[in-house]
């Protein structure tokens, strides 16, 4: 049986958990704040990889994550988080436009309901997804977080 690793992340956004699986990267929680740090973690090439990711994400030189993730959720919720890898860094997509691309026009809202459930923030891009009018709707991690992951990509927010 594989068990679970985890570690924790000193990002821009605070204090990050990681954890995998030992095949993939399975959450990451941006609210790792309020948990007692990891004091240590067993060797996991998943956790080596996503780490090296997020510092040159952070640093300014990586675009794109090639970590494996396996998100537990129901068939819609992984399909909307498989989309969701699918825009590009500096890029936003409606739910709408969302939906729309998974042969669901009018499933917006479940959408941003399994947009909200996405367990790996920032590698699976969540905080890509805006309103049909360009405002920034609401973000598990806070707007905040939204706004700055957006303005680190270079998309022009309010």
Same mark, same amino acid.
């Given at each position: 049986?594989?068990?679970?690793?985890?570690?924790? =992340?000193? +990002?821009?956004?605070? *204090?990050?958990?990681?954890?995998?699986?030992?095949?993939?990267?399975?959450?990451?929680?941006?609210?790792?704040?309020?948990?007692?740090?990891?004091?240590?973690?067993?060797?996991?090439?998943?956790?080596?990889?996503?780490?090296?990711?997020?510092?040159?994400?952070?640093?300014?030189?990586?675009?794109?994550?090639?970590?494996?993730?396996?998100?537990?959720?129901?068939?819609?919720?992984?399909?909307?988080?498989?989309?969701?890898?699918?825009?590009?860094?500096?890029?936003?997509?409606? =739910?709408?436009?969302?939906?729309?691309?998974?042969? *669901?026009?009018?499933? +917006?809202?479940?959408?941003?309901?399994?947009?909200? *459930?996405?367990?790996?923030?920032?590698?699976?891009?969540?905080?890509?997804?805006?309103?049909?009018?360009?405002?920034?709707?609401? =973000?598990?991690?806070?707007?905040?977080?939204?706004?700055?992951?957006?303005?680190?990509?270079?998309?022009?927010?309010?």
């Amino acid at each position: 049986m594989i068990q679970s690793a985890q570690c924790d =992340y000193d +990002s821009p956004l605070g *204090r990050l958990r990681l954890v995998s699986n030992g095949r993939a990267l399975i959450e990451l929680r941006m609210d790792a704040e309020g948990l007692p740090p990891v004091a240590t973690r067993r060797s996991d090439a998943v956790l080596d990889q996503a780490v090296q990711q997020l510092d040159a994400y952070f640093a300014g030189v990586g675009e794109g994550f090639t970590v494996p993730v396996a998100a537990p959720g129901t068939d819609f919720q992984r399909r909307v988080w498989t989309a969701l890898q699918q825009i590009d860094y500096g890029q936003t997509c409606s =739910y709408g436009r969302l939906a729309a691309q998974l042969g *669901r026009p009018t499933a +917006s809202r479940a959408v941003g309901m399994a947009n909200g *459930r996405n367990p790996i923030a920032i590698i699976v891009p969540c905080h890509r997804v805006i309103g049909a009018d360009g405002r920034l709707t609401g =973000y598990a991690g806070g707007l905040d977080r939204k706004r700055w992951l957006l303005r680190h990509e270079g998309v022009p927010v309010a």
